[in-house]
């Protein structure tokens, strides 16, 4: 089934010339069924390649989905055009009476920063409080989810003392799980990071589950016990080049910085290796689209965080 994104979009040129099946709005109205409202909170300073690869990702279902991209009303990056925001992007006040099945929350490059001298975090906080009430679920990313599970539940961050970069092993280590159905055993998942969470720290917690792991790359995926919301601190979602892309950037900024690991081909720093986590990526977005399609209540403006999360079905095994 097609996606829904916003129209005349440098993402729907792309994804056109890709092959991924859009849908206009008349056209969606016709087929008369409810579609998944996702909501796109892209905190990524380049914004089309977050549309691009998320909007790829959620087109892989028999579902029909209908993405809305959200940005902050207090914060304007400096690689995108209050402009461009304006034509594609609506605010928390664009959307306050809406309700949505799911909410993700992308990554940004803040991470260095404590949470609370990141320019828009006041904002983030009244966005995912109003999710609580608007949003069956939420996916967080990267810096995203390190965010939520601070706010949360009050799971600080741990610096790491150079970027966690490269291509790394993982494991499963919830194979029942709902999320990770038809998942290997073992899977390379791309990392880009200067901070984790403390394996301990997510133990600690009844309501928290970790799904992956990896010896070299500290905890990847943690999911909700009861809302289904998940955790994912590394970059299946990646495009092949999104990794040498962030390299040569970064060397800009730290010459002496080191490529990513078990990434590049061994005639150095120019050709990545053949991108073996795209089939996860769609795999991983395909179960998470069927669960919010199995889950979510048909009448979304009944949702209640709360009722929600004595009354859905177990989201784990």
Not at 34 to 56: D, F, G, H, S, W
Not at 121 to 139: K, N, T
């Amino acid at each position: 089934m097609p996606i829904k994104i916003p129209a005349n979009s440098p993402a729907e040129r792309i994804l056109n010339d890709e092959g991924v099946e859009l849908i206009e709005t008349e056209v969606a109205l016709r087929q008369d069924i409810r579609p998944l409202r996702i909501l796109l909170l892209n905190l990524m300073p380049i914004k089309v390649a977050t549309e691009v690869q998320i909007a790829r990702l959620l087109s892989h279902t028999p579902m029909q989905v209908e993405l809305t991209w959200l940005t902050t009303r207090s914060y304007t990056p400096h690689n995108t055009s209050r402009e461009y925001l304006e034509a594609f992007y609506r605010t928390l006040d664009d959307v306050r009476d809406e309700h949505f099945d799911a909410l993700i929350v992308t990554g940004a490059p803040v991470e260095r920063l404590p949470f609370e001298e990141v320019e828009y975090w006041q904002e983030l906080l009244e966005i995912l409080d109003w999710s609580e009430r608007h949003v069956f679920r939420r996916l967080h990313l990267c810096w995203g989810a390190q965010a939520a599970l601070w706010r949360e539940f009050g799971i600080d961050k741990l610096l790491f003392d150079e970027k966690l970069f490269g291509v790394f092993e993982h494991r499963v280590v919830a194979p029942r799980h709902r999320v990770l159905r038809g998942f290997p055993d073992v899977l390379m998942v791309p990392v880009s990071r200067y901070s984790g969470v403390r394996r301990e720290d997510i133990e600690a917690r009844d309501e928290l589950e970790i799904l992956i792991d990896s010896d070299e790359a500290g905890v990847c995926m943690v999911g909700h016990r009861k809302t289904g919301d998940i955790y994912m601190l590394n970059h299946l979602e990646y495009d092949t080049h999104t990794l040498k892309e962030e390299y040569e950037r970064d060397l800009e900024r730290e010459p002496r910085i080191a490529p990513p690991r078990n990434y590049f081909a061994d005639d150095g720093p120019t050709t990545p290796r053949p991108n073996v986590w795209r089939p996860l990526a769609y795999l991983l977005f395909s179960n998470w689209n069927y669960l919010l399609y199995e889950d979510s209540p048909y009448d979304l403006t009944s949702l209640s965080r709360k009722d929600k999360a004595d009354e859905t079905a177990p989201v784990g095994g």
